[in-house]
């Protein structure tokens, strides 16, 4: 088993090498909006699971899902010659979802000032539904008991 630090070292080694080729060795146009935006190696430096992002809709995942299962073999092997180690990991594509996410959590931060801002409007126009402080104090209560 493999050290953690050079497991990182080769994931970010194979990052590098996948996004250079995928933007010059690969010509399919249906990668021309892939990001590689991480890689994870396992701990026996046997598989590297590369998580990428697709500027577009589902069509155009889908298609760069395709291309990339298509490329795989040619991605690997341009791995394995750059990389200089015994065995080559095997690659699996996985498409990230973190800008899905942060896009989710940003209408929601969004959403939430909007209504912390229309209840701020609401609070300068409003009036209390009773007395303002419907607290007994102990000087009422002297002044009840005379």
């Known amino acids: 088993m493999a050290d953690k630090a050079r497991a990182l070292k080769l994931a970010g080694t194979i990052k590098k090498i996948v996004a250079r080729a995928l933007q010059t060795e690969i010509k399919d146009p249906r990668l ?4 590689v935006t991480d890689v994870r190696v396992t701990g026996d430096l046997q598989q ?12 155009e995942r889908e298609d760069a899902a395709r291309a990339l299962q298509k490329a795989k073999g ?7 010659s750059q990389l200089g180690i015994r065995l080559t990991p095997s690659l699996e594509f996985h498409l ?3 800008p ?3 896009a989710s959590l940003d209408r929601a931060l969004h959403e939430a000032h909007e209504r912390d801002e229309e209840l701020k409007r609401l609070r300068e126009n409003a ?6 402080d419907p607290y007994r104090r102990p000087e009422d209560d002297d002044e009840d008991q005379v």
């Open 127 to 132: 009036q209390y539904a009773g007395e303002a």
């Open 32 to 35: 021309g909006f892939v990001t």
């Open 48 to 59: 590297a699971s590369v998580f990428y992002t697709v500027l577009g809709g589902d069509a």
């Open 100 to 102: 899905e996410t942060a």
């Open 74 to 80: 040619r991605l690997r092997s341009l791995v394995g």
């Open 96 to 98: 990230d979802a973190v």
